[in-house]
């Protein structure tokens, strides 16, 4: 069990551009998060899966976001057209069912920059 | 809806010292709740977590937390901090089947030598 696990650390883009993060959750969780933090704040909810179904999406996941769990391992957050106010960090965290009863194994985070 | 309250977003203390963060939610059903502390550039570390039963949640690295339903708290508290314990510290909560947690907005916590 090496985690969960992140890529990349770092994202620079241009405005305009589009971005995809990865994240491998702990193997044997089925329930797989996506956070986003902003500087100076708590991580907000963006959208959540159970296998490979995407069950909730925040309002804060605008059209130009989308997550996938095609095989209900790994997952990717696509961001087209970046805005800067897309700079943020972004988590993912995985949870073996629901986690409220087993918080939640956060990643390290991509920390995406629009510049 | 839930929602969590962190009124003091920093907290500068001496090595050694005790320290408490407070932490007040707000929610219509029962709760589950967690502290989480995350170092720089890094994402975040369960501390410990109220599910239900004994108010007195004792966590990692020497924290512990209380949950008070009658004043809708749960601070987290430790007798003796370390310089090592110097991180931001996230309150959160959860509801029903905990499909997802509401954060506060963090309490940067500064051990001074």
């Not at chain 1, 883009?13 to 704040?41: A, M």
Request: charged share 20%; with cysteine; aromatic share 12%.
């Amino acid at each position: 069990d090496t985690g969960v696990s992140q890529d990349p650390r770092h994202k620079i883009t241009k405005r305009g551009q589009n971005v995809t993060f990865r994240c491998d959750p702990i193997s044997e969780h089925n329930r797989l998060y996506w956070y986003r933090q902003t500087l100076g704040q708590g991580p907000e909810f963006l959208t959540y899966f159970q296998n490979e179904a995407q069950l909730e999406k925040s309002r804060l996941l605008s059209d130009r976001f989308s997550a996938e769990r095609p095989k209900g391992s790994f997952s990717t957050l696509e961001i087209q057209r970046t805005e800067q106010g897309d700079s943020a960090m972004y988590l993912c965290a995985s949870s073996p069912q629901a986690g409220g009863n087993y918080g939640y194994t956060f990643g390290s985070g991509t920390r995406l920059t629009v510049v | 809806a839930q929602s969590v309250t962190q009124l003091d977003s920093q907290v500068p203390v001496f090595e050694e010292a005790p320290v408490e963060l407070r932490c007040n939610y707000s929610s219509s059903v029962s709760v589950y709740l967690f502290w989480y502390v995350q170092y720089p550039n890094q994402g975040l570390q369960l501390l410990l977590k109220y599910l239900s039963g004994s108010t007195l949640v004792k966590g990692i690295n020497g924290f512990e937390a209380e949950f008070n339903k009658s004043q809708t708290s749960f601070h987290l508290r430790k007798p003796s901090v370390h310089i090592s314990d110097t991180a931001e510290y996230f309150c959160a909560v959860s509801t029903g089947g905990g499909n997802k947690l509401t954060f506060g907005t963090g309490t940067q916590l500064k051990v001074e030598l």
